[in-house]
């Protein structure tokens, strides 16, 4: 790919809550300043010169920018689709109304964690579901596409069950999306508090298992226990059938890097939202094109599916060690991620994996 | 149909991704339409003005080896994004 397919960007660094599990807070993309919107216009006209066709649109709580009406009326002016990611607490009628008329909406993505208020502001401060509440209804009733995203962490895992009833029954979504809290800005203060432990992952592991036959289809994930699930049965089942996986056995993670950029705040364009401490270059001062294609660090990432599973510290001789593709780097210092490590994932839980796939 | 003018309709985004490949992108829908290096010169060449005979000719000057049968399986193509709506046949 000559120009990065899709772009997320970091429209504001301000926001109106503190959740203990965000990742973005405390580390490298929790930014002293926002660009001006002419500055933002300008990179959106980039992003249509490189046929940029998806653009994720996040903070913070993008709603804190004062001049985000303006801001989304010149983004729909080009053509691509883009996402805005919101905790919902700003949006009323008037807000769910604006983001109605604007052409290339996507979708909303709103955060959720429970179908109570304890569940949901345990982390993200009281009074939060209920804001979250009304702004999901106000969203709901214009009809616009709406996604929601629950983190699993200590304070919900447990009532994951009437979550997902809450959601798709009685909010009555098609789907929703789950991760779970990540070790990394704001959250690695709170790990203890809210990273799901050994025994909580499993748990989670089984109610997540139920849940899918329950509700074939509507449960997604990219990242947390329901993509590790989805991810170790896929790695198992090919290991038993003795498939052999195109890119399966390599340094690749997500493989992020080979269709998409993120932006931060202050306009320093990094690989995404998770390595945000890694700068390729600048909104303001580098073309998108040269960096995508020239950049050294970005090389250096793509330049990691080279590398061989087995050829890893920790990894050789690892059963799954041809289908594992390393987990994500953002939160190893190892480079690799081992929270999403189902050799470890067994060794340390007591285990096997006929449990776990059987 | 040789005589029809091909118009692309406004507003759709031709992305190149590798191997020479693009998609036709609509960023009203979100719909993309795979194009192959042939269609990719192909929509490039429409303007409403060109016929269906002048872009085969181009085609033919453009790529080595053309099939015998180019004609027939342009104008499959060229239905086939009528009825996706990607373009109009004036």
Redo the contacts between chains.
């Keep these: 790919?000559?120009t990065p397919?899709a772009v997320d960007l970091v429209i504001t660094n301000q926001c109106n809550l503190r959740c203990h599990y965000c990742y973005h807070f405390e580390g490298a993309g929790d930014v002293a300043r926002d660009l001006p919107r002419s500055q933002w216009s300008r990179f959106f006209e980039e992003l249509e010169r490189h046929?940029v066709?998806e653009v994720g649109l996040t903070g913070g709580e993008p709603f804190c920018r004062p001049d985000l009406p303006e801001l989304l009326e010149d983004l729909s002016r080009?053509?691509?689709?883009f996402t805005l990611y919101t905790n919902a607490t700003l949006i009323g009628p008037s807000e769910a109304a604006f983001l109605a008329g604007l052409?290339?909406l996507?979708a909303v993505q709103v955060s959720l964690d429970a179908a109570h208020a304890t569940g949901h502001d345990a982390c993200r401060g009281a009074g939060s579901f209920e804001r979250a509440l009304r702004g999901i209804r106000a969203l709901k009733k214009q009809g616009l596409p709406l996604s929601l995203q629950v983190t699993l962490h200590r304070l919900n895992a447990a009532d994951l069950e009437k979550t997902a009833e809450f959601v798709l029954e009685e909010l009555g979504l098609a789907s929703f999306q789950l991760n779970s809290a990540y070790d990394m800005g704001t959250c690695s203060r709170h790990r203890q508090q809210v990273c799901l432990d050994l025994d909580e992952r499993r748990a989670a592991l089984t109610t997540l298992e139920a849940l899918q036959r329950r509700y074939p289809g509507r449960l997604r994930a990219s990242a947390g226990p329901l993509a590790q699930l989805r991810r170790w049965t896929a790695m198992e089942q090919a290991r038993r059938g003795g498939e052999s996986w195109s890119q399966g056995g390599r340094l690749s993670s997500c493989g992020g890097v080979f269709r998409k950029l993120a932006v931060r705040a202050d306009g320093a364009i990094v690989p995404c939202n998770q390595l945000s401490g890694r700068v390729l270059g600048w909104i303001q001062t580098d073309d998108l094109r040269q960096v995508w294609q020239q950049s050294p660090e970005l090389e250096r990432l793509r330049r990691r599916q080279e590398t061989r599973m087995q050829d890893l510290p920790g990894c050789s001789g690892c059963p799954w060690s041809d289908w594992c593709s390393g987990g994500c780097p953002a939160g190893s210092a190892e480079g690799f991620g081992t929270e999403d490590c189902l050799r470890a994932f067994l060794e340390q839980g007591g285990i096997s994996i006929e449990d776990l796939v059987p | 149909m040789l005589e029809l003018r091909p118009l692309p309709r406004a507003?759709?985004?031709?992305?190149?991704?590798?191997d020479d490949w693009a998609?036709l992108?609509d960023?009203?829908t979100?719909s993309g339409f795979g194009l192959d290096p042939v269609g990719i010169f192909l929509w490039e060449s429409m303007d409403g003005r060109r016929r269906v005979a002048d872009l085969l000719e181009a085609l033919r000057g453009h790529f080595a080896q053309v099939p015998s049968q180019v004609a027939d399986e342009v104008q499959g193509f060229l239905r086939e994004l009528q009825e996706r709506d990607l373009i109009q046949l004036l």
């Design positions: 790919m000559s397919r046929t066709l080009h053509p691509l689709r052409r290339r996507r | 507003g759709l985004v031709l992305r190149r991704e590798h998609v992108f960023p009203d979100g």
